[in-house]
């Protein structure tokens, strides 16, 4: 569903609590297709609810569960565009990219994938302001 509303944000936004509670719930599963989903659908919930989104998945790098880890950066992936650039300090690029150092094997795979990801096609790193970070 959150896919289908990428360009009209306007359209879900009035559900986007309901959405965002839901996904939530499921950042932990077992199953590696169920977090595949979430990660996608919190991405794109980031490209209607960018600040709030990114937030959470901010936070949930310090979670103590690997897999709630390893979803947020994998949906940090999917988050990438031109509406959530701005949202994108820095420092919380940094926060993002530190976990490349993660304990889990799962999350250093989703912080290669997205790392791979931002320099590939992303532009971020291009950015002035997140250049620094490539020093």
Same mark, same amino acid.
């Given at each position: 569903?959150?896919?289908?509303?990428?360009?009209?944000?306007?359209?879900?936004k009035?559900?986007? %609590?309901?959405?965002?509670?839901? /996904?939530? &719930?499921?950042?932990?599963? @077992?199953?590696?297709?169920? !977090? *595949?989903?979430?990660?996608?659908?919190?991405?794109g919930?980031a490209?209607i609810e960018? %600040?709030?989104?990114?937030?959470? /998945?901010? &936070?949930?790098?310090?979670? @103590?569960?690997?897999?709630? !880890? *390893?979803?947020?950066v994998?949906?940090?992936?999917?988050?990438?565009?031109?509406?959530?650039?701005?949202?994108?300090?820095?420092?919380?690029?940094?926060?993002?990219?530190?976990?490349?150092?993660?304990?889990?094997?799962?999350?250093?795979k989703?912080?290669v994938?997205?790392?791979?990801?931002?320099?590939?096609?992303?532009?971020?790193?291009?950015?002035?302001?997140?250049?620094?970070l490539?020093?």
């Amino acid at each position: 569903v959150v896919t289908c509303y990428y360009g009209r944000g306007d359209e879900i936004k009035a559900y986007t %609590e309901d959405i965002f509670e839901g /996904l939530v &719930k499921h950042t932990d599963s @077992k199953e590696d297709g169920v !977090r *595949a989903e979430v990660a996608e659908c919190l991405g794109g919930l980031a490209r209607i609810e960018p %600040e709030k989104t990114i937030r959470f /998945l901010e &936070k949930s790098i310090a979670a @103590k569960a690997a897999y709630t !880890r *390893a979803v947020a950066v994998a949906a940090f992936r999917y988050a990438l565009d031109q509406k959530t650039r701005e949202h994108i300090t820095p420092v919380r690029l940094e926060i993002f990219l530190s976990t490349l150092k993660d304990k889990d094997i799962e999350v250093r795979k989703q912080a290669v994938l997205t790392f791979q990801d931002i320099l590939v096609n992303s532009q971020l790193m291009n950015l002035k302001k997140n250049s620094v970070l490539l020093k």
